[in-house]
């Protein structure tokens, strides 16, 4: 069906510069989304963005708008636009915000498939010196600018990817019967060592911003069976590594009546169900951010799983100056997942270096019936979990062992007093995730506003 174009008497009247909030981008021509312009195949839509990009050769400019959902390339002549609305076409500025109305068409030269050719331009808001330009800037600037860096193709493709995750996160617990169950921001112990902790006043007292929800979903998992929770946490990280952030969120399953291997199981499963899932889901996001779908594609499981002293050998083989009771940084598990395409799961670590609460293996007493799990390509360790220690007594005894105060966790102990039950979890580290799915290495491009032990900016 050929539209009638409106004569350009017609289109004197003003844009409406407002969307109604309720559509959902995709019915209705007067609150079209980029995202969605499939579904306006030969049809006047009303957009309304920023300009990404211009660039105009005599009679024909070329205006690339962005709308945060998109990239779309717009046609503008003077006989579409008339001469006044075309000069001002070319004189607009990067990051001029404008309201526009144009002809979709399909165009097998575009990566969406679609132009526009545009009939109609309104600026919102001229942009002057916008400082983030086409020439490439050095990190610490973009950071400086973290606000305005945000638009760039690569930024929004990756917290447009970041939702998708939450999104696959949430579906895969819900779809399995876990339930939701929030652990507090505020707390008055610390749950992974004393090193980390953020204190703020609390009223006469003070508290510690939450490093882990884990101790208050082991409450949860003996309320409600098969819980998660899944927010930001907190560690005071003194180290400035591309893997570290003070801020960061965790999802943590935790289930009662589950053993360690269950625990692997679940890992495995919920790693596989998350990456296929984007891939699924966010392929124009992977391909702006280059990410070479392959590698994702063979995360499936089983994945490999080696004991701690496995791990060791590997990296004896690889001349490591390791031996047991040592813990393992970034580059020991680079060296140990160069070994495998897909995550490993290392598991039962010497207790030494693990938290208080994980249980002590039974056939072995030097070491903790936990798991690490390790992402492929450099990426590290994504996920800490454990079976947790039931029993009262010998959990007292390693509360002082850790030199830990056994009032703070008087609560904790009454899960081991009343109706104890084996249980396991593990928690997940979101930005470290998506860093691996997107290939981006470091962690500060993985969250919107990165908090790292030098920024707190903007
Ligand atoms: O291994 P961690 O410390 O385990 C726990 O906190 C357990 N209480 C979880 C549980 O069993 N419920 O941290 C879990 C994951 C790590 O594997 C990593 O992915 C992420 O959290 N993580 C960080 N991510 C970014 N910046 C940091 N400073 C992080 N510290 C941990
Ligand atoms: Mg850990």
């Not at 799983?305 to 390791?322: D, H, N, Q, S, T």
């Not at 207790?351 to 390790?374: G, H, N, Q, T, W």
Request: with cysteine; hydrophobic share 40%; glycine share 6%.
């Amino acid at each position: 069906m050929k539209l009638k174009r409106e004569a350009p008497e017609m289109t004197e009247r003003k844009l409406n510069p407002f969307r109604d909030p309720l559509s959902n981008g995709r019915d209705d021509p007067e609150n079209a989304l980029i995202e969605s312009i499939v579904h306006f195949d030969n049809q006047e839509v009303c957009l309304r963005g920023w300009v990404q990009n211009l660039r105009s050769s005599g009679k024909v400019a070329f205006l690339q708008l962005r709308d945060g959902t998109g990239v779309i390339q717009c046609v503008a002549s003077p006989k579409d636009v008339g001469e006044e609305v075309f000069s001002k076409i070319r004189g607009l500025s990067l990051e001029t915000s404008v309201v526009l109305r144009g002809l979709v068409k399909k165009d097998d030269r575009s990566k969406i498939g679609f132009e526009l050719v545009l009939s109609q331009l309104e600026v919102l808001h001229s942009t002057v010196d916008y400082p983030i330009g086409k020439k490439e800037h050095g990190v610490a600037f973009l950071m400086q600018h973290r606000h305005l860096w945000l638009r760039s193709s690569k930024q929004v493709a990756l917290m447009r990817l970041r939702a998708e995750l939450i999104k696959a996160i949430r579906d895969y617990f819900d779809s399995k019967a876990f339930r939701l169950v929030d652990s507090p921001i505020l707390t008055p112990n610390a749950c992974e060592g004393t090193s980390t902790l953020f204190e703020t006043p609390y009223f006469d007292s003070v508290a510690y911003l939450t490093q882990s929800g884990q101790l208050y979903a082991e409450a949860s998992a003996l309320a409600c069976g098969k819980v998660y929770c899944f927010g930001p946490t907190f560690r005071a990280e003194k180290s400035k590594t591309r893997r570290h952030l003070a801020e960061f969120w965790m999802v943590e399953p935790e289930v009662a009546f589950m053993d360690l291997q269950g625990d692997m199981d679940l890992a495995e499963d919920f790693i596989e169900s998350i990456v296929q899932r984007c891939v699924q889901n966010c392929p124009h996001e992977l391909a702006t951010l280059e990410r070479s779908v392959s590698a994702l594609e063979k995360i499936k499981k089983p994945f490999p799983r080696i004991r701690y002293e496995e791990a060791i050998e590997i990296l004896i083989k690889k001349k490591f100056p390791v031996k047991f009771g040592d813990d393992f940084g970034g580059d020991e598990e680079t060296a140990i997942s160069e070994e495998f395409d897909r995550p490993v799961i290392i598991h039962r670590y010497p207790k030494s270096i693990k938290a208080f609460y994980m249980r002590e293996d039974p056939e072995d007493d030097r070491l903790a019936l936990c798991m690490d799990v390790i992402a492929p390509e450099g990426v590290g360790e994504i996920i800490g979990g454990s079976e947790r220690e039931s029993d009262l007594s010998v959990l007292e005894k390693k509360i002082q062992e850790h030199n830990l105060s056994k009032d703070a966790f008087e609560w904790y102990l009454d899960l081991r007093r009343f109706g104890s039950v084996p249980h396991s979890g593990f928690g997940l580290g979101l930005e470290r995730t998506l860093g691996w799915i997107a290939g981006v290495p470091h962690v500060r491009e993985c969250v919107p506003f990165p908090r790292m032990m030098d920024k707190i900016w903007p």
